[in-house]
Every structure is written in C-alpha cells, then in structure tokens.
C-alpha cells in the first residue's frame, strides 16, 4: 500500500497549502494492517479534523481502494476539488445525492452532498460548476501503519 504526503480532510476541504511542513507525511510504501482486504494500488492518508467521528477521528491513517466503480450512493468516498487555482483539495465524507429522470431514459444529478458523521458539522453542497474527482473508496482507518524500507543494494566492487 502507498502512503500519499497529503492530509484527507475530515471537515472542510484541505490542501498541502492549509498545513505546516511538520504535518506532511512523508510518501512511501506501507503493509495493509490484517482485517482489512488488500487491493492493488491502494492508498493510506491522513485524517484532519473531527467531521468523521466517531469513526474516524483526528490523525488516523485512511485507506482507499482507488477503483471507484459502481454507485457511489452512501459511501465514504476520498474527494478532490480542483477548483482553487490549480490547488489540489481533499476530503473524506458520505456520498448523497439527488438523480432527475430525463425523458430520453437517462439521468443527471439534481444535487450531490458530502454528509459528515459528526453532526457539529455541516455538509458540502458540491457546486454544479465545480470539478471534483472521486479518488477512491474508504476501506478503513487505524491509528498506526507499518512503514516497510525500500531495498536498498550496495554495490560491491567485484576483484
């Protein structure tokens, strides 16, 4: 599993931007933690904020299953907002959203809302004009990952 040096936001959306150096997390590679199911190219992130508690709650790593298919309807979904100056956004919330029927058969959303679970938080009406990107499912959170060393070979001169 690949660890991301961005925070997922468990609140409004947040950036690199938003944080002091010190609360980067360094990118690298992790082992899934048991129990939970393991998926090629998954990632782990950092929670920011409280909007998700009691599930999840400050500074616990986020994982995600980058394959967003199928209907994102009441899942926890990973969120990027494109929107601000090239500053990439993210957050982690309920997927809502309200679908109107066309007459040719087909569908487009009437409005899509990001739900918190703490309710001293408020939901994020996604803009119609916005350009928002689901990055993945939320699969889990654990308060600790297991960071695994790359290999590192030295090279050995050869006599």
Known sequence: METKEFRVACGE????????????EEPGKALVPDGLPWAANMFAVRARGGS?????????????????????????????????NGMDRYTLKKYFSRKTDLPDGAWEHEEIWLIPLNPAYSPIRLENDGVYRICGWFVGAVSRIRRVQQFRYRYVPVE
Do not use: A, Y
Not at 13 to 24: N, P
Not at 55 to 69: Q, S, T, Y
């Open 13 to 24: 959306f947040v950036g690199l931007s938003d944080m002091d150096l010190r609360e980067w």
């Open 52 to 84: 998700m508690e009691p599930k999840i709650r400050n500074r616990m790593w986020c994982l995600f299953h980058p394959d967003v298919v199928g209907t994102r309807q009441h899942r926890f979904v990973l969120v990027e907002d494109r929107r601000r």
